[in-house]
Nanobody, 125 residues
Framework: QVQLVESGGGLVQTGGSLRLSCAAS????????MGWFRQAPGEERKFVAA????????FYADSVKGRFTVSRDNARNTIHLQMTSLKPEDTAVYYC??????????????????WGQGTQLTVSS
């Protein structure tokens, strides 16, 4: 069982930056692929970024590529999402998620086994 707790959300102006964090419980954190998803009001939860367990390879949605960076600190059981050049359309609740095992899709929310409670990001225009 893995418990995930996001933090770092808030209100930021267009063009600003913010870093989200996700702290995970458990001794096997390094074996989980980790992902970030977001959900805006009235929309489905969508993939944002992911980082693999073994190689630390990263993956991004086209909408955030070049602006967001996902990283992990296995010693601290934490992942981060550094967000720059923020736009109003980035406004959403951001969730981190953990995927056990190997070979699952990084971009499909159905592939993830554990979810945090979410943190709100609001980008003002």
């Amino acid at each position: 069982q893995v418990q995930l707790v996001e933090s770092g959300g808030g209100l930021v102006q267009t063009g600003g930056s913010l870093r989200l964090s996700c702290a995970a419980s458990g001794r096997t954190f390094s074996s989980y692929a980790m992902g970030w998803f977001r959900q805006a009001p009235g929309e489905e939860r969508k993939f944002v970024a992911a980082i693999s367990a073994n190689t630390g390879s990263t993956f991004y949605a086209d909408s955030v590529k070049g602006r967001f960076t996902v990283s992990r600190d296995n010693a601290r059981n934490t992942i981060h999402l550094q967000m720059t050049s923020l736009k109003p359309e980035d406004t959403a609740v951001y969730y981190c998620a953990a995927q056990r095992g190997f070979g699952g899709s990084f971009t499909r929310k159905e592939s993830y086994n554990y979810w945090g409670q979410g943190t709100q990001l609001t980008v003002s225009s």
